[in-house]
């Protein structure tokens, strides 16, 4: 039989910039962090073990299924309005990962380069819509 096709999003990628982006606790990029956290959920990366509320924000606690590792990452507001600049942070994430800026310190996010690999964007913009989608049927 044939190989495999390869996945669109690298699970490598994708839980090292959780990583990252956790570690950093960059405002600008909550929505980033919380779509890649679900993306892992999916597949099978990462498993929610709860959530709480605190300030009446949900709170979700998800482990790495293979070391344990334990992630509290909130659930932000996802309105359609900062949904295209959320999509845009992902794909832009996932092409080159975090700007040089941000790697060892706080910089500005603001100073982000622009441009994305738009093939990139667009299978992560399916992506983050079918997990808005199951979101709002879960919820």
């Known amino acids: 039989p044939p190989p495999p096709p390869p996945e669109a999003i690298r699970k490598d990628t994708a839980e090292s910039l959780l990583r990252k982006l956790n570690e950093k606790k960059l405002p600008h990029y909550a929505g980033a962090l919380y779509i890649l956290a679900v993306m892992l959920e999916r597949k099978r990366v990462l498993k929610v073990r709860g959530q709480v509320r605190e300030k009446g924000q949900r709170i979700f606690i998800y482990e790495q299924a293979k070391t344990g590792d334990v992630f ?62 199951g979101i709002h049927a879960e919820a």
């Open 72 to 133: 509290t990452i909130a659930e932000p507001d996802l309105s359609v309005e900062k949904l295209e600049r959320i999509q845009h942070d992902v794909a832009e994430l996932m092409e080159n990962g975090l700007p040089p800026e941000l790697e060892s310190e706080n910089g500005d996010p603001a100073r982000l380069k622009q441009g994305t690999n738009a093939s990139n964007a667009q299978v992560i913009s399916g992506e983050i819509n079918q997990e808005k989608e």
